[in-house]
């Protein structure tokens, strides 16, 4: 593994800001990641995992070795519908070449940027559909240890934009590879309503459901390679339905969508930044996009500090507004 030092990570975040790590090596296989352990042991130096850096913000220079994920391979398992892809593998390739195999499910999560081992530690989700409702198991190399882990659906407390490895901040667990369960019948869900009524009056094939979820991404959030931008900033926030019930009225007409907790309600993120008329606003080189009030911008050659000010700025307004603590589901480093 070639490990180079003070590398511009301006090609390797979505958001296109410019810091640099002092060391950086590419992963092509797991045995890379001993070398990459004894590395940073050591020099007593931090390590971090990148993928294709579509959920990250860089807000400093990184003093350690940042690992680019960039393992490949895709392999069809014994049991029906069971598959396993590599953690370097492009996450929109992989709902493609399901589809080609036949294999059903992935299509509400078409062209969500990033890799196949980052998606687990978001629980990447989309149009009513999250990872962990086909995921199986991951192997994970454990950089404290050196050791190759098995971790089940239990293993990763997958919840709303969440899992374990969000709660691993010293970065001790590298996906390696994720196993999948998918359907070989369609399984169209439709629960969201843009989804169902794009596909009013035809029948919702796997190959259509995908074409129009691609579409609808397409039509509503800035393309990455166009405008630097990470997807949504923040996280919808849940709230218990009696806090809910007081802000129904305070602000009539804020919405609201029941959760799988009766008690729980959460409230679209985007409607509340609205409501403060942060669309399109701008701040040094960072913006607020003119179409979508939770995805922020690298509108003209912003720093990550000008992108986490306009982001705090954003957060106190709703936490005035509504008293409501927006979280992040970018991870700033
Ligand atoms: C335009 C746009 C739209 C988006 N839409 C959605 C959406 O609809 N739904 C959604 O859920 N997300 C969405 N995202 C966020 C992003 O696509 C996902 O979070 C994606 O999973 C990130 O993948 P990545 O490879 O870019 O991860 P990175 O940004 O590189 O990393 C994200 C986190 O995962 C960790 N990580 C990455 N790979 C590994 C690994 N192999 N092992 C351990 N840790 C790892 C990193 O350390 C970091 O903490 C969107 C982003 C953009 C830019």
């Known amino acids: 593994m070639d490990i180079q030092e003070q590398v511009d990570l301006a090609p390797y975040n979505s958001f296109g800001v410019s810091q640099r790590a002092a060391f950086f090596a590419e992963v092509q296989q797991a045995s890379d990641?001993?070398?990459?352990?004894?590395?940073?042991?050591?020099?007593?130096?931090?390590?971090?995992?990148?993928?294709?850096?579509?959920?990250?913000?860089?807000?400093?220079?990184?003093?350690?070795?940042?690992?680019?994920?960039?393992?490949?391979?895709?392999?069809?398992?014994?049991?029906?519908?069971?598959?396993?892809?590599?953690?370097g593998e492009n996450w929109h390739e992989l709902v493609i070449f399901c589809l080609q195999k036949s294999l059903y499910g992935l299509e509400n999560l078409a062209l969500i940027p990033g890799t196949v081992g980052a998606a687990p530690i978001q629980n990447i989700g989309a149009y009513g559909v999250e990872l962990e409702q086909f995921f199986v198991e991951l192997e994970a190399f454990d950089l404290k240890t050196g050791e190759t882990r098995y971790m089940s659906k239990s293993d990763c407390q997958f919840a709303y934009r969440d899992s374990i490895f969000k709660q691993d901040p010293g970065q001790k667990l590298v996906v390696?590879?994720?196993?999948?369960?998918?359907?070989?019948?369609?399984?169209?869900?439709?629960?969201?309503?843009?989804?169902?009524?794009?596909?009013?009056?035809?029948?919702?094939?796997?190959?259509?459901?995908?074409?129009?979820?691609?579409?609808?991404?397409?039509?509503?959030?800035?393309?990455?390679?166009?405008?630097?931008?990470?997807?949504?900033?923040?996280?919808?926030?849940?709230?218990?339905?009696?806090?809910?019930?007081?802000?129904?009225?305070?602000?009539?007409?804020?919405?609201?969508?029941?959760?799988?907790?009766?008690?729980?309600?959460?409230?679209?993120?985007?409607?509340?930044?609205?409501?403060?008329g942060w669309k399109g606003k701008q701040r040094g080189g960072a913006a607020v996009h003119e179409n979508h009030a939770l995805v922020l911008v690298n509108k003209d050659n912003a720093s990550g500090e000008d992108i986490v000010l306009l982001a705090e700025e954003m957060s106190s307004s709703v936490l005035q507004g509504f008293g409501i603590a927006l979280q992040t589901e970018v991870r700033i480093v």
Request: glycine share 8%.
């Open 33 to 87: 990641l001993h070398q990459a352990r004894e590395f940073v042991a050591s020099r007593h130096l931090p390590i971090m995992v990148l993928g294709e850096g579509s959920n990250v913000l860089f807000i400093k220079d990184y003093p350690g070795l940042i690992l680019y994920m960039n393992n490949k391979g895709k392999e069809l398992l014994p049991g029906a519908g069971m598959l396993r892809a590599a953690a």
């Open 176 to 276: 390696l590879s994720v196993s999948l369960q998918l359907s070989q019948q369609p399984t169209p869900a439709l629960g969201y309503a843009g989804l169902k009524e794009a596909l009013t009056g035809e029948e919702a094939t796997p190959q259509r459901v995908f074409d129009a979820v691609c579409d609808i991404r397409r039509s509503k959030l800035p393309n990455p390679k166009l405008i630097g931008n990470a997807g949504s900033f923040f996280k919808n926030p849940v709230v218990s339905r009696s806090k809910y019930e007081t802000l129904c009225r305070a602000h009539p007409g804020i919405p609201g969508w029941d959760t799988e907790d009766s008690d729980l309600v959460k409230l679209p993120a985007a409607w509340l930044l609205e409501q403060k």
